[in-house]
């Protein structure tokens, strides 16, 4: 009976004994904070080391590809601010897809408290900033304060463990990743230099094609991969953000399975034992059955829920700590700071993040447009508001964009300052308020 029972599992391997722990902590979505905030510790320590100058260089180096007088190469650190930092894109959108479709924020009303919180979130941040830099040489860096960074968020939140409801983590999940696609649409539309709307229409082109495909049923990824790699080089030559690949692909993506639970259950009924006597037999009809069920228990996962899957650890755990080491580390020599853009892009996470999305929150409430989960308190909702002032990752890539080399020192000095204190000031805030929600 013993065999029996064991003949329902899928055999053991050496390699589980290592695995199955490795997955179980890839699974907890808080621990890309932690890689995060490691990779951004050693790009500062190396930024301020003897080692600075090799350092800088490795991420000017150029890459590309070259045949005869013909070739296109960038810096290396433009590849992963540009290449790599679409799979992020793109996986921000999925989630986001994904919570639309099958998650909590099918509810209207539900989306709309998120939408409503991220819009604010976005828009006061950024007037802040303008009023404390009006006329000022950084003026153009006002899209540097409108982000939220995802994983740091989520790190802060998680933290706090069974102290705060799971609304509460929905909330700020779908916040954050509402906030990174306007985010990134902002770059898109403000930050992009002179349009070739020749690449655009191919852009439309390939966007075109992709349709066609998800219509005639290819079920591919490598296909789509493919198209979407044509798209994403269109987009880069028409001089609007190539990362604003990820996020169209990304909600392009399908949500519905192709396979439900009631066509799985029948082809599985009809996998019969595998031919011992010979393994290696042709195209037999238990084979076929076999690879049928295969299919159809790969396609019971929704073309959303398997690249989220699939994606998250190569992101969590590669693309974004290599985005750090690229981009986060900056030399402390306060002399050659502007500190008027250090104290702008400071006040405008502190200040006009928590203003922007509590304010726009009751707002939304007020009008009857959106509905707060019963067991999210406004103690809970201010301290989920200072948390969205942690912007680093997004904030990161936009002063980059925004900023010119004698600006850029000093406003990565105000998103770090911005960041720690938010996150510090944030957790405390939603301590508070669970310690008050235990004791009702």
């Known amino acids: 009976m013993a065999h029996q029972h ?20 890839l699974s907890i979505q808080a621990a890309g904070g932690v890689v995060l905030l490691l990779a951004a510790i050693v790009a500062t320590l190396i930024a301020n080391s003897q080692f600075v100058d090799e350092f800088r260089a490795i991420w000017e180096t150029p890459v590309g590809v070259s045949f005869g007088s013909w070739a296109y190469t960038h810096p290396l650190k433009s590849w992963v601010n540009d290449a790599l930092m679409t799979f992020f894109f793109f996986l921000v959108a999925v989630e986001l897809k994904r919570e639309l479709v099958l998650g909590e924020l099918r509810d209207p009303k539900m989306a709309a408290l998120s939408i409503f919180a991220a819009s604010g ?16 040489p950084g003026r153009h ?6 982000a939220t960074d995802t994983a740091f968020v989520i790190c802060c939140v998680a933290m706090l463990g069974k102290r705060v409801p799971t609304s509460l983590r929905v909330f700020m999940l779908s916040l954050a990743i509402v906030d990174d696609i306007g985010a990134i649409l902002v770059v898109a539309i403000g930050y ?37 790699g044509f798209i994403w080089l269109a987009l880069e030559s028409s001089g609007i953000h ?29 996998v019969v ?12 009809k238990d084979r076929a059955t076999l690879q049928l069920a295969e299919i159809a228990a790969r396609e019971s996962l929704s073309a959303v829920e398997r690249l989220q899957i699939g994606l998250h650890p190569w992101v969590g755990f590669a693309i974004l700590p290599i985005f750090a080491l690229a981009n986060a580390g900056m030399t402390f020599s306060l002399s050659s700071l502007d500190l008027s853009v250090t104290w702008a892009v400071f006040w405008g996470f502190v200040i006009g993040k928590p203003l922007g999305v509590m304010g726009c929150a009751w707002l939304a409430i ?8 019963a067991d999210l308190s406004w103690a809970l909702l201010i301290g989920g508001s200072v948390l969205t002032g942690i912007g680093f990752t997004m904030a990161l890539l936009i002063a980059d964009i925004a900023f010119e080399e004698e600006l850029l020192a000093g406003a990565k000095l105000g998103i770090l300052m911005a960041s720690v204190f938010s996150a510090f000031a944030g957790t405390a805030l939603l301590l508070l308020g669970s310690s008050k929600r235990s004791h009702i």
Do not use: C
């Not at 034992?273 to 037999?284: R, V, Y």
């Open 6 to 25: 064991h003949q329902h599992r899928l055999p053991n391997q050496y390699i589980d004994r290592f695995t199955k722990p490795f997955n179980r902590f």
């Open 121 to 136: 979130g976005m828009l006061v941040p950024a007037v802040v900033y303008l009023l404390l830099q009006w006329n000022e």
């Open 141 to 146: 860096g006002w899209g540097t304060v409108m």
């Open 192 to 228: 992009s230099g002179n349009i070739f709307w020749g690449a655009l229409g191919i852009v439309a082109l390939g966007l075109i094609v992709i349709l066609a495909m998800a219509r005639l049923g290819v079920r591919s990824f490598p296909s789509y991969f493919l198209v979407g």
């Open 242 to 270: 190539a990362t604003i690949a990820g996020v169209v692909l990304g909600l392009m993506t399908p949500a519905r399975r192709w396979v439900n639970d009631q066509r799985l259950y029948s082809i599985l009924s009809q």
């Open 273 to 284: 034992a595998h031919p011992t006597a010979n393994e290696s037999s042709g195209d037999t």
């Open 366 to 373: 007020r009008i009857g447009v959106a509905k707060k989960p």
